[in-house]
């Protein structure tokens, strides 16, 4: 099996299991064929971006059991579309991004000098 690899160039290290994150829900910011949004950034998000979220129509705040999403606060790591993470950082309400959780298909868009500047440290 290959793993993929994050924006460092190094395995790519997963994200989220509380909240379960995802494309393929798995805790991992992996990307294939079917993910057309490209869920590729591995982020902590923060009031500011969940109320721009929001704004743009993608609410992820609120919870829908329909589809298992509990809903996100502040702090909780996500697996975020590259493109929103672009066009929040564009607004300057980008979230903290956690660069060995995110995926190397991110800079297909993103500038790594970018993604650093609102880097966090990894998961424990």
């Given at each position: ?38 869920h ?30 509990p ?23 980008a ?13 297909e ?8 500047a ?6 424990a």
């Open positions: 099996m290959i793993h993929p690899k994050n924006v460092l160039g190094t395995e790519l290290q997963s994200c989220s299991f509380a909240p379960l994150t995802g494309f393929y829900r798995d805790g991992c910011c992996r990307t294939g064929r079917d993910d057309l949004g490209l590729t950034v591995c982020t902590q998000v923060t009031e500011e971006f969940l109320e721009f979220s929001q704004l743009l129509g993608n609410d992820l705040s609120t919870p829908n059991p329909q589809y298992g999403f809903g996100l606060v502040p702090g909780d790591r996500w697996c975020l579309c590259a493109p929103r993470w672009k066009e929040a950082l564009e607004a300057g309400k979230p903290a991004v956690v660069l060995e959780a995110t995926h190397i298909s991110t800079l868009f993103v500038d790594l000098e970018d993604l650093q609102h880097s966090v440290e990894t998961l």
